[in-house]
């Protein structure tokens, strides 16, 4: 059964960075697709980035596109999500996933979720 655990996360100030953390375990040929979504107040989960085990092409959502930056460890088992010059709007609650449907922007292909990490960040 696959397993995500993150870490990271934490209260910074706009223009700051912070740095997401996302092991798995349970698995030796699992899911393809590994994606970070965000959940800010009041609204609905939303695509942040994904990226594959095999090709570790990244992909980003256009409103962190040259901020957030997608990346995976395959002998760690571990995605990471680095977040450069943090926005109040980037305010959330992160979820990593894991799936079988590369580069899927909808929440519904992805099978498992961490328990989510939350990102503040203050004006």
């Known amino acids: 059964q696959v397993q995500l655990a993150e870490s990271g996360g934490g209260l910074v100030q706009a223009g700051g960075s912070l740095s997401l953390s996302c092991a798995a375990s349970g698995f030796t040929f699992g899911p393809s697709a590994m994606g970070w979504f965000r959940q800010g107040p009041g609204k609905e989960r939303e695509f942040v980035a994904a990226?594959?085990?095999?090709?570790?092409?990244?992909v980003a959502t256009d409103s962190v596109k040259g901020r957030f930056t997608i990346s995976r460890d395959n002998a760690r088992k571990t995605v990471y999500l680095q977040m450069n010059n943090l926005k109040p709007e980037d305010t959330a609650v992160y979820y990593c996933?894991?799936?079988?449907?590369?580069?899927?922007?909808?929440?519904?292909?992805?099978?498992?979720w961490g328990q989510g990490t939350q990102v503040t960040v203050s004006s």
């Open positions: 996933a894991a799936g079988r449907v590369p580069y899927s922007r909808s929440p519904g292909h992805y099978d498992t």
């Open positions: 990226i594959t085990w095999s090709s570790g092409i990244p």
